[in-house]
């Protein structure tokens, strides 16, 4: 796979705590950050995915709420 050269200004002491923690894990620095992308964009997707399967389960006590709402006296059409 192709690799592209990133570059990232950070304090030294974050630098410093990015190149402990890949030697930790036995990683070169890029290899960690890859790492920790990777990881906040899986969670990311499993947050949305969870939020998806929550609608498709629940939707049709949104659609009853919301048409209650829309049907109760005073309500206005939007």
Do not use: N, W
Request: a negative charge; zero cysteines; glycine letters at 8%.
């Amino acid at each position: 796979m192709a690799k592209t050269q990133l570059g990232a200004r950070v304090d030294d002491d974050i630098a410093k705590l990015a190149r402990a923690r890949a030697k930790d894990r036995g990683l070169s620095v890029g290899d960690y950050i890859a790492a920790l992308v990777k990881e906040d964009a899986g969670g990311l997707r499993r947050g949305l995915d969870a939020a998806r399967r929550f609608l498709d389960d629940h939707q049709a006590v949104f659609d009853e709420a919301e048409d209650a709402d829309r049907h109760a006296p005073g309500a206005h059409a939007t």
